[in-house]
């Protein structure tokens, strides 16, 4: 199975900063690669797919790069509403794997 | 607006065997993959196992091949999952996820809100 690797693991910052989350696949995944929201007692909501593509509806405050093993998510200036814990999920092979999550707090 | 609505969870001993129910709508549910992801108390996320809009191709993780059994009935809008000889590790909450549309499991677009299944004696 594809390994990845999100860091940071948590993050505290503050309202209007910027924030950047990397996640690192085990293996070359191309572009496959996707980014999730939970927040807290709620289902995981799709923001970002294949690697910078930002899904319908979401804010353009996130956003996402990157391509092989390497790959970075981006909040440009953090709103209290983005508490969550976020994820990163590889679909280059099976099977589909995420990362273990970066939990981003208010500072 | 889509909605899945999974039911089925509960409390089950080590061994035994549990089905879960995803109710869809708000889309046509037959031309759409779909997929089973579960997350342990506190921990992250994982793929659980997938099925084409047919029903013709099914993938399952590693982790419960042999003892889960994915299905779908097009005409009652609703997935499935058959869950047998549950094992302690498979305490979760169940998410059912709509396929983005791929031949395997890629993309997770609109997911349920979840059922919780507890597996302990």
């Known amino acids: 199975d594809i390994q990845m690797t999100q860091s940071p693991s948590s993050l505290s910052a503050s309202v209007g900063d910027r924030v950047t989350i990397t996640c690192q696949a085990s293996q070359d995944i191309s572009n496959y690669l996707n980014w999730y929201q939970q927040k807290p007692g709620k289902a995981p909501k799709l923001l970002i797919y294949d690697a910078s593509n930002l899904e319908t509806g979401v804010p353009s405050r996130f956003s996402g790069s990157g391509s092989g093993t390497d790959f970075t998510f981006t909040i440009s200036s953090l709103q209290p509403e983005d508490i969550a814990t976020y994820y990163c999920q590889q679909y280059d092979n099976l099977p589909p794997t995420f990362g273990q999550g970066t939990k981003l707090e208010i500072k | 607006e889509v909605q899945l609505v999974e039911s089925g969870g509960g409390l089950v001993q080590p061994g035994g065997s549990l089905r879960l129910s995803c109710a869809a709508s708000?889309?046509?549910?037959?031309?759409?993959?779909m997929n089973w992801v579960r997350q342990a108390p506190g921990k992250g996320l994982e793929w659980v196992s997938y099925?084409?809009?047919?029903?013709?191709?099914?993938y399952y993780a590693d982790s419960v091949k042999g003892r889960f059994t994915i299905s779908r009935d097009n005409a009652k809008n609703s997935l499935y999952l058959q869950m047998n000889s549950l094992r302690a590790e498979d305490t979760a909450v169940y998410y059912c996820?709509?396929?983005?549309?791929?031949?395997?499991?890629?993309?997770?677009?609109?997911w349920g809100q979840g059922t919780l299944v507890t597996v302990s004696s």
């Open positions: 996820a709509r396929e983005v549309g791929a031949t395997q499991p890629t993309t997770f677009d609109y």
């Open positions: 099925i084409s809009s047919s029903g013709s191709t099914i």
């Open positions: 708000g889309f046509t549910f037959s031309s759409y993959e």
